[in-house]
């Protein structure tokens, strides 16, 4: 059964740290791996999908690398803002369509 | 384009009581995933619709049961409301297999 882990749980720091998030998960027969970010209350955005040939992927400040035989993926966020504060979510597809979510990293930036 | 949209944004039922939960995928989209997130929690995948049939289901009880129409929008049913049942309702829709969008969610307490 996959299960998926974020580290830390949560996280504050000051504005224009760079920051990693960590996700693990324990079957590395995967499909994709996603991260969202979700506002308090607020549905899920999709900000990286990386497909299981891949390595990384790069959005603006974001950074998600993939090691599909360690089960590990790392968000790198660079120049943390307050704007940036949120819960993150990594996700990971199988050979079923459901995704399979961490509990996520609460992240606060502070001025 | 409209994204996924939730209907309603917001409600309260009391135990026992049976609730509805409405989405509208994404322009294009045959696909509709469901998923509930308890307070502190990752979303948990509840079941997915395609071609009106439910074609996988997540480890929730007969109490959530749902449906697709024609024009591929969707519903949620939850019988016999039970305290724990109060969660974030989030929906995705896709084309099946691709990746999912999400809507804003439902948020639903039940006293």
């Known amino acids: 059964k996959q299960e998926v882990t974020q580290i830390p749980a949560a996280l504050s720091v000051p504005e224009g740290e760079n920051l990693v998030l960590n996700c693990s998960f324990t079957d590395s027969a995967i499909y994709n791996l996603q991260w969202f970010r979700q506002d308090p209350g607020k549905g899920l955005t999709s900000l990286l999908l990386?497909?299981?040939?891949?390595r990384e992927q790069t959005s603006g400040r974001l950074n998600a690398s993939l090691d599909k035989s360690s089960g590990r993926s790392t968000l790198y966020i660079a120049a943390s803002q307050p704007g940036d504060s949120a819960t993150y979510l990594c996700?990971?597809?199988?050979?079923?369509?459901?995704?399979?979510f961490g509990t996520g990293t609460r992240l606060q930036v502070f001025p | 384009d409209a994204g996924v949209t939730q209907s309603p944004t917001h409600l309260i039922k009391t135990r026992g009581q049976q609730v509805t939960l409405r989405c509208s995928p994404k322009s294009g989209h045959d696909t509709v995933s469901w998923y509930q997130q308890a307070l502190g929690q990752g979303p948990q995948f509840i079941f997915q619709?395609?071609?009106?049939?439910?074609?996988q289901r997540g480890n929730f009880p007969d109490r959530f049961s749902g449906h697709q129409f024609p024009n591929y929008s969707s519903e949620l049913n939850v019988n016999a409301l039970l305290l724990g049942d109060s969660a974030l309702y989030l929906c995705?829709?896709?084309?099946?297999?691709?990746?999912?969008?999400f809507g804003p969610g439902t948020r639903l307490t039940v006293t």
């Open positions: 990386i497909q299981s040939s891949q």
């Open positions: 995705a829709s896709s084309l099946v297999g691709y990746e999912q969008y």
């Open positions: 996700a990971v597809k199988g050979n079923t369509d459901k995704l399979i």
């Open positions: 619709y395609y071609e009106e049939e439910e074609r």
